[in-house]
């Protein structure tokens, strides 16, 4: 049956193709795939790929430009003309498609996907995919690993070329995670295809290929920086100078901060950044920005932040408010440090989006004062935290209570953007 006017219209709309292609080239590819090189009257890709679908490319191909062009200029100016993009495996997994739909609608292109990486290692390794922690390291900071390092769990990850292995091979080591055992996946789907193993702290494998995805089987030391999957983490896991949100405190926090995902968090005041951390650390679509007016605690934060897994945590290194011109609008908003300052309340109540919570920390009078007058004026909840720890009194053990804590907890009105 002939397809109707809107279906056409539609077909003929769709000037992009993305094609995925693997190691073994053309032949790896469906027929449509082939179809949509073939007619296409430029190719863009990486230089590799243009060399594996070559015996296709009958238009004009262009190497993707050095650096990166994120904005897809030459692409998109080319927009109602055929046009193919080619990409490695799935084009939407850690994939040029998740750039490019950025700039193009999907009733604009069409794609053939081809097996991702991933998909090609845990079939080569027998692994559940599903039961798998996956992270691209590819042109990304190793650090974000961090998080996935837990005993007995496997972890596939992506890296950007022969180094690697080596340097996650050393940062596993270096962690308590050195009895781990990697397998190194190099050229998957090609001529070169390789597999090999080698445990972390004893890692030795000559002539890796650039082309490598690394599997990893975790294995824990007694000394292993392991990080709980709970809010309020030990503060011993933090570089700090006392500037810190002690661990029940952070709990309770970071609670009524109630991390939703994709959202962005303001730590004012932010310390040794751990409120940003912990909030970053839920979930791998948060994003924060710490806050904080000493150049050496803004140092702290970062090392902190990258020892964590979440490096791409944001600092504004400045007093506020004035350091929070600029900042994209924040979902949520924690004032731990310098909330009592001239204008950083009132800044923070005006910047927070509708619906989004702002949750705010006394240990002083001062600041207990200001709280009081915010629920007064704006509702919200107060709560009183006290905290004691049992330690020595003389030869024997009593209780010594930590300063008392006063949370405020208030959502502005507004439906969530």
């Known amino acids: 049956m ?22 073994d080239g053309v032949k790896g590819l469906g027929e449509n ?17 243009l060399e594996l679908a070559a015996p296709l490319i009958t238009g004009g191909s262009r190497a993707w430009p050095t650096p990166f062009d994120a904005a897809m200029r030459d692409v998109v100016a080319l927009r109602g003309q055929k046009v193919c993009v080619l990409a490695s495996g799935d084009p939407f997994l850690f994939g ?19 097996p991702s990486a991933f998909s090609l290692a845990a079939s080569r390794l027998g692994w559940p995919l599903q039961e798998v922690e996956t992270v691209s390291l590819h042109g990304r900071p190793l650090d974000l690993i961090r998080p996935l390092l837990h005993p007995g769990r496997r972890v596939i990850a992506l890296t950007s070329d022969e180094k690697g292995p080596v340097e996650l091979a050393e940062l596993l080591a270096a962690n308590g995670f050195g009895s781990s055992r990697l397998t190194v996946l190099e050229a998957l789907g090609g001529e070169a295809e390789r597999v090999r193993s080698a445990q972390a702290n004893r890692f030795s494998l000559p002539a ?14 007694d000394d292993a920086r392991i990080l709980p999957r709970a809010f309020g983490l030990d503060d011993a896991l933090f570089d700090h100078d006392g500037q810190i949100t002690k661990r029940e405190i952070r709990a309770l926090t970071l609670s009524a901060l109630a991390p939703r995902r994709g959202e962005l968090l303001w730590d004012i005041g932010a310390g040794s950044g751990s409120i940003g951390i912990e909030w970053m650390l839920a979930d791998p679509s948060l994003k924060a920005v710490a806050v904080e007016a000493d150049a050496e605690r ?11 897994g979440v490096p791409g945590l944001g600092i504004a290194e400045g007093e506020a408010p004035a350091a929070l011109e600029g900042l994209p609008a924040p979902d949520a908003i924690f004032i ?15 910047a927070l989006r509708p619906g989004g919570r702002l949750v705010a920390n006394a240990v002083t009078l001062e600041m207990e004062a200001l709280l009081l007058a915010a629920q007064a004026r704006l509702g919200g909840e107060l709560i009183r935290i006290e ?27 507004g439906e969530p953007q």
């Open 298 to 308: 803004a140092a702290r934060i970062r090392r902190n932040a990258v020892s964590f």
């Open 96 to 114: 040029v498609g998740a750039t490019l739909s950025r700039h193009v609608a999907a009733e604009e292109f069409t794609t053939y996907p081809a």
């Open 336 to 350: 731990g440090g310098g909330g009592s300052d001239p204008g950083v309340f009132d800044a923070a109540v005006d």
């Open 33 to 49: 795939a082939r179809n949509a090189i073939s007619s296409a009257s430029v190719v863009f890709g990486g230089q590799r790929h």
């Open 2 to 23: 002939p397809p109707d006017s809107a279906e056409r219209a539609l077909n003929q709309s769709r000037w992009l193709s993305i094609v995925g292609i693997g190691e």
């Open 208 to 221: 890796i290929n650039a082309l490598n995805v690394v599997a990893v089987e975790v294995a824990a030391g």
């Open 387 to 413: 905290v004691s720890r049992a330690g020595p009194i003389g030869s024997m053990q009593g209780w010594k209570p930590a300063m008392p804590v006063t949370q405020w907890r208030w959502r502005k009105p």
